[in-house]
């Protein structure tokens, strides 16, 4: 049984398209009968919008097949005014589900992903968590990648604010324990059976961001080279030994060609 992480697994940070041999990997899953669960962090599009952007690029799975932050937000933040960061697209959807922008007493500071954050905009969000403000991320990805660079992910700008304010922070997608019991609970519908983490195996291009919080969950982490890092030497060096992956491939279509369904 599988988590499938999207950007950087499935489809490349840059083009937006499908990466070798992926849609022939959910193909796989799908004509083997193995539960998976795709997992992404997207926040820009509407839950169904990315869905269905997914499904164009010619990933054949059902809306049972897929989790993000999205989906479980209302779960996660039960205020109402909120002072939302990231780009527009996700603070658009953020105010069409029904939250009020408030940049002035906000009950809750929720950080997406952008790439141009400013100090200005760190200061603010400074000045409301001192006042009282719940920090909260859409997920504690490490590195955000575009247009051939990589950016402080959601994850390190939430750290910095805790540091700078000291404050807790809690977060609604990956690697939360939250959002992966709920995935895992998901999955457990597919199998009419009370699934184990043990029994998963996820998938991802993010070691720290993903793969290290559901390693610790006790299910199995596969690290494939297709997104934010092309060489392990740039991550497995500062983790230790027990946070290392249980598998290091290319991509999903390696893995796909060496393993699937080897202890799904």
């Not at 010619?58 to 933040?77: A, C, I, R, T, W």
């Not at 895992?184 to 184990?196: A, F």
């Amino acid at each position: 049984m599988y988590f499938i992480d999207v950007q950087g697994t499935l489809i490349d940070d840059i083009h937006r398209r499908p990466i070798e041999g992926a849609c022939k990997f959910i193909d796989h899953l799908n004509d083997k009968g193995i539960p998976y669960m795709i997992v992404t962090n997207n926040t820009k599009h509407s839950s169904s919008d990315f869905m269905k952007q997914l499904q164009n690029l010619g990933f054949h799975f059902s809306k049972e097949n897929y989790l993000d932050p999205l989906m479980v937000l209302e779960e996660n933040v039960k205020v109402h005014r909120i002072a939302a960061y990231g780009n527009s697209e996700f603070i658009r959807v953020v105010e069409q589900m029904g939250y009020s922008l408030d940049y002035t007493n906000p009950e809750a500071v929720l950080i997406g992903i952008k790439k141009g954050f400013t100090n200005e905009e760190y200061a603010d969000m400074i000045g409301f968590i001192l006042k009282g403000a719940q920090l909260v991320g859409m997920h504690e990805t490490t590195v955000y990648a575009k247009d051939g660079k990589r950016y402080p992910g959601v994850g390190s700008i939430l750290k910095m604010l805790s540091f700078a304010a000291g404050c807790s922070y809690r977060v609604v997608g990956k690697p939360s324990d939250a959002f992966y019991t709920k995935a895992k609970d998901l999955l457990s519908n597919q199998t009419d059976k009370e699934v184990s983490f043990k029994e998963i195996t996820m998938i991802s291009d993010d070691m720290r961001g993903d793969l290290v919080g559901i390693q610790n969950l006790g299910a199995k982490g596969v690290f494939v080279l297709s997104g934010k890092f092309k060489n392990v030497d740039e991550v497995l060096p500062n983790l230790p030994i027990e946070q290392h992956p249980s598998l290091i491939c290319r991509d999903v279509s390696q893995y796909d060609n060496n393993y699937i369904g080897v202890g799904a």
